[in-house]
């Protein structure tokens, strides 16, 4: 009888032993299978999107600690618009991620601008400036805003010049960044003094430390966005390392863009440029980085949703119909590129005086 028990326990236990070696097996290689899962997708994004660099450099505006520091303080100045309460930080406060908020931003004297407010966050990065790419730099931006009607509204740049100089402060601020000028309070040196600070904002975040090989970086979640990002075919227009800024594209390419956003009104894009009928509804793809701190979205800031504003792209440039879950996936991912602002950016400074 002792001899049967015995022979039954082995039975039993047998099984049992090599239903639990199965088991650990699978886990190991569930969780190998992870890992090369997360290699993989880490090597994919990697050729895509590149590592994010340090700065924005440009070899006709070098970068230099007393131009930012001169460009931080313009940034600011809003003595050199029309009715004194325009500055670049009025329509790109630093703290919301350089962005106002509004579906379109307020100029002097309440005018309204044309399109709403792209971030200057990572923006010099980028193959042009505006939506429509009416600007060709950071510099040409800052130039062209002091006398743009609905932003600084000053009749013409010698009016600018004549405020700087003056102010005693900004006359030696400007002689500290461009030492070898007898005559540096220009508004070409404004401009470059703006675009070397703008081309320092560059902000790193969990994506990036992903694409240098810590899978903790993001969330399992945040992995599936980022793979749904790239098999829907988003990185077609998306790619770089700030992820988009790169070229134009027509906003409605299967579909009026129109019908999904409800928008008031219908812009031509970049046809007002080049006055080219292929350009008409071309805007330039913008930067995604942030995206997800810098509602509303599009060009006319019809829509506040992010994960609306991912059905409706995937629905209009990809002819793809998204489910929700798989919006929400990429929202996350999308979350994932918030990056960190630079400190120095952040403090608002002092300005000079106006004597």
């Known amino acids: 009888m002792n001899a049967m028990k015995s022979i039954a326990k ?15 097996i699978l886990l190991a290689a569930a969780s190998l299978y992870a890992a090369e899962s997360d290699a993989e997708l880490i090597n994919r994004a990697k050729a895509i999107f590149g590592p994010l660099p340090a700065s924005m450099p440009s070899s006709e505006n070098p970068i230099t600690p007393e131009k930012v520091k001169l460009g931080t303080v313009l940034f600011w100045e809003s003595r050199i618009s029309v009715d004194k309460t325009v500055s670049c930080a009025k329509c790109h406060p630093l703290g919301l991620y350089a962005v106002d908020g509004l579906r379109k931003s307020v100029g002097n004297n309440c005018k309204e601008n044309p399109r709403n407010d792209p971030t200057i966050l990572n923006a010099a990065s980028q193959i042009s400036e505006h939506w429509i790419g009416n600007r ?85 979640q945040q992995k599936r966005g980022l793979r749904a990002f790239m098999d829907t075919g988003c990185m077609t227009c998306h790619f770089s390392p700030f992820v988009g800024g790169q070229m134009y594209q027509k906003f409605g390419v299967f579909e009026p863009y129109q019908k999904y956003t409800k928008s008031q009104s219908v812009d031509e894009g970049r046809f007002a440029v080049t006055k080219n009928p292929a350009d008409k509804f071309v805007f330039k793809v913008p930067v995604l980085r942030n995206v997800a701190e810098t509602p509303p979205y599009f060009h006319d800031g019809s829509v506040d949703k992010l994960t609306d504003a991912i059905m409706i792209m995937a629905k209009i440039q990809l002819a793809k119909d998204l489910s929700p879950a798989q919006a929400d996936d990429i929202a996350a991912f999308l979350g994932s590129l918030t990056g960190k602002i630079p400190e120095a950016a952040l403090k608002v400074p002092v300005l000079p005086s106006s004597e």
């Not at 082995?10 to 650990?24: D, E, N, R, V």
């Not at 703008?198 to 993001?218: C, H, I, K, S, Y």
Request: proline share 8%; charged share 20%.
């Open 136 to 220: 060709t730099s950071v510099e040409d931006q800052a130039k062209q805003a002091l006398i743009g009607p609905p932003s600084f509204g000053m009749p013409d740049y010698g009016s600018v010049e004549k405020i700087l100089k003056g102010m005693k402060g900004y006359v030696a601020m400007f002689k500290e960044a461009f030492p070898n000028e007898k005559d540096p309070v220009t508004v070409d040196n404004f401009a470059k003094a703006v675009g070397a600070f703008e081309r320092t904002l560059v902000t790193p975040a969990p994506f990036d430390e992903f694409m240098q090989g810590n899978a903790a970086a993001l969330t399992d």
């Open 10 to 24: 082995k039975t039993i236990l047998k099984p049992c032993f090599l239903l639990f070696t199965f088991g650990i």
